[in-house]
């Protein structure tokens, strides 16, 4: 055999594994239209007008905790970045400011309620990766994954429930990013914090998410833009324990964020723990804009 | 614009759909077309001739995922373009590099059997790939499907170039071991 043969053989081989290989940043690239460009510039000046006024500029607006303005297109900025990254735009890179993010107390994140789906009605189909693909059109896995997370062996997890005609009533697909796995494929919980590190991402095209509830009542809760897409972040205090067996006061607290939007008819949900808003913002931007973005504190 | 809705720009034999896709995927296909012929001028003769492929082939096609589709085309017409080029002269593509690392799987002796046996050894090589975790499968076809340089790579996967070199090597080693086993004699 040649190695021109070989190459050629290697072209051949299911289309799903090439979309799959992570090369959709330049399709992505359509998601932030050039009006983000326009509204970049115009949200640059502002920054600089502010700047120059010297106005203190509140790092994040904890919505429910302290006072806030009225959320803006999270994205404020695209620098030059002349690296020649083949698959990635090579113009610009796209800086997104802390201070544009709100972020909503939550009281709660429960557990979607697990429906029973009577077997001579429904139907359930495990899905593999190319399945999911296939259904979502894309790759979910985001452009951004902070360093020391890895994917979970269980990605991407998707049992879906259709009727009898096909149609499907339950379609949601689960992506853990945590930064250690127990065997049978679970998140570890960190040493010093009796809780996982990293994120999971639920996906639905029908909606079947948990509901988040937040603090304020729901018309009040606030969105962030960025590129063009409304994104609700939430914030909670999570206890971990071991618990005091007096105090039943817990070992202490860790954060946890969580982030809900739609894009491309897809509803997501991002739930972060043990990680930084930042990161956070980071890892939710990258799956808007299919790249990597800068945020600004 | 939703790939299901570009393809229903060909199937209804809009010519917008060339535009649409240019549009959505136009970057993504030049930069498969460069990393194998090297010049941009032959790269966007490439990804032109790749449209019209692609206007020629859908319908009968519908593709179940319209950027691999593309891509695919893209790189078939680009490998072509290489190799009609190589004839005359070599020089600034990154798949040079890629054939000579998929040099060490291969004998480089011409077996009229084997050709004969393509889709076979294309089934081979995708259950080889199933085989891969994840993100190497996605390592490898980055440089042998994609062509793209080891730096790209490193910076993508944030791994060091040397550990992709490495991570590359033994999976070709990999790839070498699973034909052979399979009485293929690569």
Known sequence: MKKEYLFELIGQVDERKIAMAGMEMPVKNSTCPAWVWWASAAACLAVVAIAAGSVLWKPIHWQGFASWDQPSEGIIDHQTDRTNHAFQPATDEIHISMGNISINEVEELPDAARIWYDPALYDSVVWDEGDVMTYYGKDLTPGYIPHGLTASPQNPAATVVTDKNGAYVLDTVWLGFYHDYYEDGSPKHTEQVAAKKGFHIMVSKVGQLSDCIYILPEQEVKTSGIGGTEVTFGYRSMPYGPYDPDTHQPSGYYDMYVAEFACDGIEYQIVAEQMQAEEVVKVVASMICGEEVVVDG | ?186
């Not at chain 2, 010049?39 to 790749?50: I, M, P, Q």
Request: proline residues 4%; charged residues 30%; glycine residues 6%.
């Open chain 2, 1 to 186: 614009m939703e790939d299901q809705e570009i393809i229903r720009l060909y199937q209804q034999r809009d010519p917008n759909a060339i535009q649409e896709t240019a549009s959505k995927y136009g970057a993504y296909c030049k930069a498969i077309a460069k990393n194998i012929v090297g010049n941009e001028e032959d790269a966007e003769e490439c990804v032109n001739d790749a449209y019209w492929r692609a206007w020629n082939s859908i319908p009968p096609n519908r593709p179940r995922v319209l950027s691999a589709y593309l891509g695919k085309i893209t790189r078939n017409l680009s490998f072509d373009r290489f190799r009609s080029k190589c004839a005359h002269k070599r020089g600034g593509a990154e798949v040079e590099l890629a054939l000579e690392e998929l040099e060490e799987c291969v004998s480089g002796i011409e077996d009229v059997e084997q050709t004969l046996d393509k889709q076979e050894l294309i089934g081979v090589i995708d259950a080889f790939l199933d085989t891969l975790p994840r993100e190497k499968c996605r390592l490898f076809l980055c440089r042998y499907w994609y062509a793209l340089p080891v730096s790209e790579i490193a910076l993508r996967f944030g791994m060091t170039e040397t550990n992709v070199s490495v991570t590359l090597h033994r999976i070709r080693g990999k790839l070498k071991q699973y034909l052979m086993e399979r009485g293929y004699q690569p």
